[in-house]
């Protein structure tokens, strides 16, 4: 079955960035988690120009930046400065330490991106950083971006998750990634897809506990992200913002949406 997800209503607004969580283990009917295995969150985030997040450190986080609007530049201890863009990505593979920052010039674009953040097998591990191009994009084709270690990605994530991307025609009819023993999550960054007979519109999410093939139809000119996951991969829950302290436990989300499920009936009876 197919779950699905409506926008997040976890949206923070710090003037001139705004950052909307998505948590893909809430997306089932008894969640006990606010990720699905590796796959701790999806962050969209939202900068004005001329603004700067400043130096932070981050611990036991995998943090993918995905830039498909705008411009993104990054700075930390080790690097110095890397810019992210369209054709480039970076992976911050923070292990037990790492500290960046993150800008945008005054002349930049409005930036909007996302930031996935996926846990890695294990704690304290070795920190990392890796940037560069990617790819050029084929219209209705599904791109690899980021997988395992040693896998045939162009970057990695230590643990077993894969990131897809594809840019979809209007009416156009693809299938999404799909691999024996993975799970599926995607995100419609833009634009809006059918699938499995349910619309999915920008900033709404689906999961597929299965391994099966899954088709999918573009009603409007779309922007997606996908995700394959090994829902069994050992993982540690020790990310700084993956797995922050203050994320609200699964109960209270099962209790939520009870509420709400309660209020709607009310409502239409």
């Given at each position: 079955m197919l779950l699905k997800g409506g926008r997040t209503f976890i949206v923070r607004n710090m003037v001139g960035f705004i950052v909307r969580i998505n948590m893909p283990g809430w997306l089932k009917p008894k969640p006990t988690d606010h990720g699905h295995g590796p796959l701790a969150m999806v962050v969209e985030s939202i900068l004005d120009p001329g603004r700067l997040i400043a130096m932070h450190e981050h611990q036991n986080d995998e943090i993918i930046s995905w830039v498909p609007d705008g411009v993104m530049r990054h700075e930390d201890k080790t690097t110095g400065q890397?810019?992210?863009d369209s054709n480039h990505l970076m992976v911050m593979n923070?292990?037990?330490?790492f500290w960046h920052s993150e800008a945008t010039s005054s002349s930049d674009p409005p930036l909007r991106m996302l930031q996935i953040f996926v846990r890695p097998r294990a704690a304290d591990?070795?920190?990392?950083?890796q940037h560069g191009p990617i790819p050029p994009r084929r219209r209705n084709s599904w791109r690899h971006?980021?997988?395992p270690e040693g896998g045939d990605a162009p970057f990695h994530v230590r643990n077993t998750v894969d990131l897809f991307d594809v840019r979809l025609e209007p009416g156009a009819h693809v299938r999404?990634?799909?691999m024996r023993g993975r799970n599926l999550y995607f995100y419609v960054f833009s634009g809006s897809l059918v699938a499995a007979g349910q619309t999915f519109a920008e900033g709404e999410q689906g999961l597929l506990l299965s391994d099966g093939a899954l088709l999918l139809e573009s009603v409007a000119e779309s922007l997606v992200v996908a995700f394959l996951i090994d829902p069994n991969a050992s993982i540690t829950r020790k990310g700084t913002v993956g797995d922050h302290r203050r994320i609200p436990p699964a109960i209270l989300i099962r209790a939520l949406r009870t509420w709400r499920q309660l209020r709607n009936w009310r409502r239409s009876s």
């Open positions: 890397l810019v992210m923070a292990g037990r330490s591990l070795d920190p990392t950083i971006l980021v997988g999404f990634p799909h």
